[in-house]
């Protein structure tokens, strides 16, 4: 699991680069083509990593209800990030993690619900869920990617 931990470690460290230097209307543009803007996709990453790794194995998620209500899968961008949202967004992108190196150190992953993924994949292990994750997060990193050129 640490290995996987690495790979989404990776994964954040070039997310936060991405959006290095956009201004708060840049991160909250949504382009033409686009449902989302660049603050969505990175709240949606930290949103599903809970999900999938937290409470997919019955543990507690480190963000709000309210921050899953708005990023979890299903969603689109309804409203415009504050300054202040955006800072705990950031904030979290990597506090995640490290929290989750810690769980990982001290055995907490032990539990796990199994569960179907829109791709047709079933999750039914804690390994799985943080193997989707990364594939999750590869997927958004391109849509970044695509956001940054247009806004």
Do not use: C
């Not at 680069?17 to 949606?44: C, R, S």
Request: hydrophobic share 40%; glycine share 4%.
């Amino acid at each position: 699991m640490k290995e996987l931990l690495e790979i989404t470690k990776t994964s954040r460290n070039m997310v936060s680069k991405l959006i290095q230097g956009f201004t708060l209307e840049q991160l909250n543009k949504v382009p033409a083509g686009f449902n989302n803007n660049l603050i969505w996709n990175v709240a949606h990453i930290i949103v599903t990593q809970q999900v999938l790794v937290y409470k997919l194995a019955g543990l507690p998620v480190m963000v709000s209800d309210e921050l899953i209500e708005k990023y979890k899968k299903g969603t689109k961008t309804e409203h415009e990030a504050s300054q202040e949202e955006v800072d705990e967004i950031l904030s979290l992108l990597h506090k995640t993690i490290e929290q989750t190196a810690i769980d990982i150190d001290n055995n907490l992953f032990q539990n796990f619900n199994e569960y179907p993924t829109s791709t047709g994949f079933v999750l039914k292990s804690n390994f799985d869920s943080m193997s989707f994750n990364n594939f999750h997060e590869g997927i958004h990193i391109g849509v970044i990617m695509a956001i940054r050129k247009l806004v």
